[in-house]
C-alpha cells in the first residue's frame, strides 16, 4: 500500500480544464441569444466556465445548449469544434442528434392517439400488432409496459427477427421492474404508424415538431439531413477501453427511422420543446395533449435506478426530485453524439446539451448545473459554485482499493491511494486510474487498455437465480478481495493467489474476440476467468441453455449471448444485444 504526493503530470492533467477554457471558447465562441434579465450575466459566466472546463476534461470537440423557462427561451448558445482538423466552430444551427430523448415525443403521439380513441394503455399490443414475433412466457405486454420499459424485453432485439428462433424473449412479469428496451420504443413507433396511418417520422413531424414550431428538427437521420448535422465523433481504437483525452476519428454516415431514437434537432427547436413541456403540453392556440395525459407523461410509474438513485420512469422521460423540486429528464447515446435533457417543473425551467462525440459519459452535469443556475436567479440565492469537472477523476474511500494483489503465477499489482486519487504502479510507472463506475477503473498505459480494471468485493448475500442456479451477490460497499483484468485474477490478502480457479476446458472454445461492421456494435472480446466468462471482462456470462448464455448478474436480465456456427469446437458466431459477431481471433487478439 503506498501514499504518495500528485506528480506535476497529475497536477496538469486534473487542472486541464483551467489551461484550456479560454482556448475552447475562442475556438467555438458561445453564441447566445440571452432573453430578459435572468440568467444574470454572472450566471452565464459561472456556466460558460463550467462547460468550457467539463468539455476540456471529457474530450468533447463540440457542444450546442439550450436554456428556456415557460414563457421563453432563455439562452441558446454553441460551443467548441463541429470539425476537428478544420477547426470549424459548432453553430446554433447545426442538427445534433439526441437520441434517446426521442422516447419522450414517442410518447406524448401515444398519448394523443389514447386522447383520440385510438388505442387504450392498459390493452395488448398484440391486440394492435399481430404480426410482431416474441415470446413472452411472463404475461402479456400492454402499452403501458411498453411506455415505461416494464415489458421484461431485452434492450435491442430487432422487431422482425427474420427467424423464429431469434424472436426475443421476455425474462420477467410485465410491470414488475424496470428494464431498459429500445425494442419497446421501435414496437411503439410502429403502433403509431399502425394507428395513424403514416410512419413514424412523418407523424412526430405532423403531431409534434410543427405544432410545437420546431421547424428545424429532422424526425429521421438520413442521408439527406447529413449536410445539416455537425460533424461527430467517435474513439478512434474500439478494441481497447477509452480513456480521458484518447484519440478520436470522425464518424460514418447513419440513418435512423426508429422511434427508440430518430430525431436530431437544434437548440432553438429544443428550447421550444421543453417550453411546451415546462407548460405542461400548452402551446401557442392550444395544447399538444391534456393535462390528463401530461399528468399520466410525468408520474413516475415504478422506480428506474438506471436514471439515478430515487429516479422512475414516467411515459418515455425519467422523473425524480433535484433539490426537492420535481425534474423530468433523460439522456441520449447515439454512435457519435450524447445528449441530456432537465426540466424543473417546479421553477419551471430546462436545459438541454449535447455533445457531438460518443464517449461513454451524457452532459448531464451541464443540463443539472444549468437548472441549479436558473433556479438561483429566480429564488434570489447565491449562485452555486462550481461542480467539478469531471467527477470520476475523484474516487470515494481511494485508500480502500489500494494494496497488493498476486495472480497464480506469481505477477504482482500494487495499487496505490493519495487522497481521492487512484494508481497503479506498475514496471516503475505510476498510472492515474480513471474510474468509469463503481468498483470500475481505466488505465491510460499500453499494458492495461484492452480491458478495465475490475476490483471485486466480498459478497454479502447471495440469491440463486431461477434459470441456472448460479448465485449473484449484492457486495456493495463490502471488503476488496481481488482485482480483476480480462482474464487475470488477483488476490489480495483477504483471498490470496492460491484462491485463482483453473481454467475451464468446457469454456475455453469460446473465447475470442467478435466483430460485426454494425456501427452500434463494433467488437466484443469474451475472456474465460474464475472459470466464467466475462464479455468485455466486466459483464458475467451464465449458462442458460445449449451454447446460450444470460448476461448479467441480475438474474431478471433478459439479455442473451448466443454462439453458434461451430468449426472444429470453436463457434464461429456470436448473436448478442440484436446483432451478430464473426470471431476474428482469439481472447485477447
Known amino acids: 500500500m503506498s501514499s504518495m504526493p500528485l506528480t506535476r503530470r497529475d497536477v496538469i492533467r486534473l487542472a486541464l480544464a483551467a489551461s484550456i477554457s479560454d482556448g475552447f471558447l475562442r475556438g467555438g465562441t458561445a453564441r447566445a441569444a440571452t432573453g430578459g434579465a435572468d440568467p444574470s450575466a454572472a450566471a452565464l459566466h459561472l456556466l460558460d466556465r463550467f462547460i468550457a472546463g467539463y468539455s476540456a476534461v471529457m474530450n468533447a470537440p463540440g457542444m450546442t445548449l439550450a436554456i428556456a423557462n415557460g414563457d421563453r427561451t432563455v439562452r441558446t448558445a454553441a460551443f467548441g469544434f463541429a470539425d476537428l482538423q478544420a477547426r470549424t466552430p459548432v453553430t446554433t444551427d447545426q442538427l445534433f442528434e439526441i437520441g434517446s430523448i426521442t422516447k419522450s415525443f414517442a410518447a406524448l403521439v401515444i398519448l394523443q392517439l389514447r386522447e383520440e380513441r385510438k388505442l387504450q394503455l392498459h390493452d395488448p399490443i398484440l391486440d394492435y400488432l399481430p404480426w410482431l ?11 403501458h409496459h411498453l411506455l415505461t420499459h416494464s415489458s421484461g424485453m431485452p434492450e435491442d432485439a430487432p422487431v422482425l427477427p427474420g427467424s423464429t428462433e431469434r424472436r426475443p424473449r421476455q ?3 410485465p410491470g414488475s421492474e424496470f428494464h431498459y428496451s429500445n425494442w419497446g420504443f421501435d ?33 429521421s437521420i438520413t442521408s439527406a ?38 430525431i436530431a434537432s437544434t437548440p432553438a427547436d429544443m428550447a421550444l420543446y421543453m417550453r411546451m413541456i415546462l407548460d405542461r403540453g400548452v402551446i401557442a392556440g392550444g395544447r399538444i395533449v391534456s393535462e390528463e395525459s401530461f399528468a399520466l407523461f410525468s408520474t413516475p410509474h415504478l422506480p428506474a435506478p438506471d436514471f439515478g438513485a430515487g429516479a422512475s420512469y414516467g411515459y418515455g422521460i425519467a422523473v425524480d426530485k433535484l433539490d426537492g423540486h420535481v425534474r423530468l429528464k433523460h439522456t441520449g447515446g447515439m454512435v457519435s453524439f450524447m445528449s441530456a435533457i432537465h426540466l424543473d417543473l417546479d421553477s419551471k425551467v430546462a436545459a438541454f446539451a449535447s455533445i457531438n462525440a460518443q464517449l461513454g459519459y451524457r452532459p448531464n452535469p451541464v443540463a443539472e448545473y444549468a437548472l441549479r443556475l436558473m433556479r438561483a436567479g429566480i429564488d434570489r440565492t447565491p449562485l452555486p459554485a462550481l461542480p467539478p469537472f469531471d ?31 487512484l494508481y497503479l504502479l506498475f514496471e516503475g510507472r505510476r498510472i492515474l486510474l480513471q474510474q468509469s463506475e463503481e468498483g470500475t477503473f ?10 478495465p480494471l475490475v476490483f471485486e468485493r466480498e459478497p454479502r448475500q447471495e440469491t440463486a437465480t431461477p434459470a441456472s442456479g448460479a448465485a449473484v451477490s449484492d457486495a456493495t460497499g463490502a471488503p476488496i478481495v481481488a482485482l480483476a483484468y480480462g482474464a487475470d485474477w488477483y488476490g489480495n490478502s483477504r483471498t490470496h493467489a492460491g484462491a485463482a480457479a483453473s481454467p475451464s476446458p468446457e469454456l475455453a472454445p469460446y473465447e475470442g474476440t467478435y466483430y460485426s461492421e454494425n456501427p452500434w456494435a463494433g467488437l466484443v472480446t469474451v475472456v474465460q476467468r474464475q472459470r466464467r466468462l466475462w464479455m468485455g471482462g466486466i459483464d458475467p456470462l451464465f449458462r442458460i441453455g445449449d451454447h446460450l448464455f444470460r448476461v448479467g448478474s441480475r ?9 453458434s456456427e461451430f468449426v472444429g469446437g470453436i463457434p464461429r458466431l456470436l448473436r448478442f444485444d440484436g446483432g451478430e459477431f464473426q470471431r476474428i481471433g482469439g481472447a485477447g487478439a
Open 133 to 143: 414475433s416474441m415470446e413472452s412466457p411472463f404475461g402479456e405486454i400492454t402499452i
Open 171 to 173: 425474462a420477467f412479469e
Open 187 to 219: 414496437v411503439l413507433g410502429h403502433l403509431i404508424e399502425a394507428l395513424d396511418g403514416k410512419p413514424w417520422p412523418a407523424s412526430v413531424t405532423e403531431r409534434i415538431l410543427k405544432p410545437v414550431g420546431m421547424s428545424h428538427t429532422a424526425a
Open 225 to 262: 439531413v447529413r449536410p445539416r448535422l455537425a460533424r461527430s465523433y467517435v474513439p478512434l481504437y474500439e478494441d481497447r477501453t477509452y480513456p480521458r483525452l484518447g484519440p478520436l476519428a470522425p464518424a460514418g454516415n447513419l440513418i435512423v427511422e426508429a422511434a427508440s431514437g430518430s
Open 391 to 421: 467527477p470520476s477523476a475523484k474516487v470515494e474511500a481511494a485508500s480502500g482499493y489500494a494494496g497488493i494483489y498476486t495472480a497464480a503465477d506469481g505477477r504482482r499489482l500494487e495499487v496505490g491511494s493519495a487522497g481521492d486519487r
Open 442 to 451: 481505466i488505465a491510460d498505459d499500453p499494458a492495461f487498455d484492452r480491458y
Open 555 to 563: 438474474p431478471s436480465s433478459p439479455e442473451r449471448a448466443e454462439f
